[in-house]
T-cell receptor, first 117, second 113 residues
Framework: DAGVIQSPRHEVTEMGQEVTLRCKPISGHNSLFWYRQTMMRGLELLIYFNNNVPIDDSGMPEDRFSAKMPNASFSTLKIQPSEPRDSAVYFC???????????????FGPGTRLLVL | AQSVAQPEDQVNVAEGNPLTVKCTYSVSGNPYLFWYVQYPNRGLQFLLKYITGDNLVKGSYGFEAEFNKSQTSFHLKKPSALVSDSALYFCAVRPTGFQKLVFGTGTRLLVSP
């Protein structure tokens, strides 16, 4: 099992540029989560999907952020235009949600470290 | 409001001694509770969870946690700390009826040789 795969692992860009972060969840998982981690704010949930459908995007900072999940094996988080305050580590996590709730564990990818200059 | 508190920013313990990392929560209903560990420049790794049943949960790397409903706590413990346990530990809760996790602010564990 390859686990959750994220790319790129590191991204350095200039303010105003578009940034696209990618995530491949664990095969068979039906829920996907995007988080942002900063020293100041800790871990924040940005958005999550169930069966490729966005369920809760209340954590998305503003309209510059968008996320898509075109199929069960791929998701993107896009920032356009990027700003220095977007600098953070972005994590993707996936889970197999079940009716009984026993498979509740979220498994995290290694993260993408984003630096916006 | 749903929240998780990790009252200690850092916990220092000598190798071989027992360790405790504290977590309390404030949610309605019967929550699911989790502990994750994060090593430098790595993602979060799942350690253990409490869903239902026995209040003492055993997890990876010799860690365990005790669910205490009356005190709304879920403290992480290990009988004998290793230097390699030094990392950032996160407590998280999934409130009843919610899909997402609420994370604490994290506790840095430093185990000295």
């Amino acid at each position: 099992d390859a686990g959750v795969i994220q790319s790129p692992r590191h991204e350095v860009t200039e303010m105003g540029q578009e940034v696209t972060l990618r995530c491949k969840p664990i095969s068979g998982h039906n829920s996907l989560f995007w988080y942002r981690q900063t020293m100041m704010r800790g871990l924040e949930l940005l958005i999550y999907f169930n069966n490729n459908v966005p369920i809760d995007d209340s954590g998305m900072p503003e309209d510059r952020f968008s996320a898509k999940m075109p199929n069960a094996s791929f998701s993107t988080l896009k920032i356009q235009p990027s700003e220095p305050r977007d600098s953070a580590v972005y994590f993707c996590a996936s889970r197999m949600a079940s009716v009984g709730g026993t498979q509740e564990t979220q498994y995290f990818g290694p993260g993408t470290r984003l630096l916006v200059l | 409001a749903q929240s998780v508190a990790q009252p200690e920013d850092q916990v220092n313990v000598a190798e071989g001694n027992p360790l405790t990392v504290k977590c309390t929560y404030s949610v309605s209903g019967n929550p699911y509770l989790f502990w994750y560990v994060q090593y430098p420049n790595r993602g979060l790794q799942f350690l253990l969870k409490y869903i239902t049943g026995d209040n003492l949960v055993k997890g990876s790397y010799g860690f365990e946690a005790e669910f205490n409903k009356s005190q709304t706590s879920f403290h992480l413990k290990k009988p004998s700390a290793l230097v390699s346990d030094s990392a950032l530990y996160f407590c998280a809760v999934r409130p009843t009826g919610f899909q997402k996790l609420v994370f604490g602010t994290g506790t840095r564990l430093l185990v000295s040789p």
